[in-house]
C-alpha cells in the first residue's frame, strides 16, 4: 500500500466504530443508562464526558490538600469532619452526589485503615484512581483479618497500644484517612505538607512521609 493510500481526514465521527464492536454485558448496559439519562434531558452525554474527564484528572495530591489544609486550619478540619461535602468544595472539590464522604481522623491512640471488601469503592474523586493491590482479592480479605501484616508490609508497625479500625468503603460511603500530622513538621507550609501526605497514607496503610532533617 502506497503511503498516500494513508491519508485521510481525521476530523470525522467515530461513533459508529462501537458498531463494529462486540459489546459486553456491563458496556451494553452502561450504554443504555447513558442513552436513557440522554433521551430523558437528566445528564447529557457532554455532560457526561465532562464529568469522566474531571474524574480522570484527579491525583492523590489532590486529597493530601484537604489533609494538608487540615493539619493547618482548626476550623477547616472540624468542618471536614462534619461536612466533608462543604469542606472539599471550599478547595473548590466536588464529590459525587450518589455517595458520601467520611473522614476517619487518626489519633495517638486509633489508627484507621480502609478497604472495599466486596468491590473497590475509593474516594476516587479526591485520590483518582485506586491502586490495583487495593482492588485485589489479597488486600480485601487480608485487610479485615490481618490489618496489622498488611500495614508491616507497607512499612508500618504500630504500637500494640493503638486500636486499628477497618473501614468498609460502599458504593454509597466511601472514606478518607486523615492521618497524624508527622512530629517536627510545625514550621512547615502548607505547600511543603502536601508533599509528605501519600496516598497509601489517605487509605491507611501507611504513615506520611517524614520531613527530611535540615541541612546545615
Known amino acids: ?63 493530601a490538600r484537604i489533609v494538608a489544609r487540615a ?24 464529590l459525587p452526589p450518589e455517595s458520601q464522604l467520611g473522614v476517619l481522623e487518626d489519633t495517638a491512640d486509633v489508627h484507621h485503615m480502609v478497604v472495599c471488601t466486596l468491590c473497590s469503592c475509593y474516594p476516587s474523586a479526591l485520590l483518582g484512581l485506586p491502586p490495583d493491590w487495593y482492588k485485589s482479592l489479597s488486600y480485601r480479605s487480608r485487610a479485615v483479618t490481618d490489618p496489622r501484616g498488611v500495614m508491616r508490609e ?14 468498609d468503603s460502599t458504593a454509597d460511603l466511601r472514606y478518607l484517612v486523615l492521618p497524624n500530622r508527622p512530629e517536627g513538621t510545625e514550621d512547615m507550609s502548607e505547600d511543603e505538607l502536601v508533599k509528605l501526605v501519600t496516598r497509601d497514607s489517605m487509605i491507611g496503610v501507611s504513615s506520611p512521609l517524614t520531613p527530611a532533617p535540615a541541612s546545615r
Open 1 to 63: 500500500m502506497a503511503d498516500g493510500d494513508h491519508d485521510h481526514d481525521h476530523d470525522h465521527d467515530h461513533e459508529g466504530m462501537l458498531e463494529d464492536v462486540e459489546l459486553g454485558y456491563h458496556a451494553k448496559r452502561s450504554l443504555a443508562m447513558q442513552e436513557l439519562l440522554d433521551e430523558k434531558g437528566l445528564l447529557s452525554k457532554a455532560d457526561l464526558q465532562h464529568h469522566v474527564e474531571i474524574r480522570a484528572s484527579r491525583t492523590p495530591t489532590d486529597g
Open 71 to 94: 493539619w493547618t486550619d482548626e476550623g477547616f478540619k472540624q468542618r471536614l469532619l462534619q461536612d466533608p461535602r462543604s469542606a472539599v468544595a471550599e478547595l473548590g472539590y466536588t
Open 154 to 167: 507497607f512499612g508500618l508497625d504500630l504500637s500494640e497500644n493503638v486500636e486499628v479500625r477497618v473501614m
